[in-house]
């Protein structure tokens, strides 16, 4: 198993930006990685996602706005989110999605993120 640990969640204005970072307690190499996010109410949504060759995968709606990379040497996915809205807010969740490498797929506690208007 692995653990993740995410960090640079808080409270920012409608149009700001934050840089959420994730570290895994293992490699992340060959890892699938990904940032989904839960709103009060509704089911956890993945926001993007990164292979380990760099392709990567956006929700419709943070298009343009969010960024995903990673630093394998670091062990570190980062997702960085401009241009927030209010609708970006809630838990944002890191996963660890090893099921074709190692057999499993794990999450990390989550961070919140509340953007006013």
């Known amino acids: 198993q692995v653990q993740l640990v995410e960090s640079g969640g808080g409270l920012v204005q409608a149009g700001g930006s934050l840089r959420l970072s994730c570290v895994a307690s293992?490699?992340?190499?060959?890892?699938?990685l990904g940032w989904y996010r839960q709103a009060p109410g509704k089911q956890r949504e993945l926001v993007a996602s990164?292979?380990?060759?760099?392709?990567?995968n956006y929700a419709d709606s943070v298009k343009g706005r969010f960024t995903i990379s990673r630093d394998n040497a670091k062990n570190t996915v980062y997702l960085q989110m401009n241009s927030l809205k209010p609708e970006d807010t809630g838990v944002y969740y890191c996963?660890?999605?090893?099921?074709?490498?190692?057999?499993?797929?794990?999450w990390g506690q989550g961070t919140q993120v509340t953007v006013s208007s």
């Open positions: 996963n660890y999605d090893a099921r074709g490498v190692l057999g499993f797929n794990s």
């Open positions: 293992r490699s992340i190499f060959r890892i699938i």
């Open positions: 990164i292979t380990n060759g760099g392709n990567t």
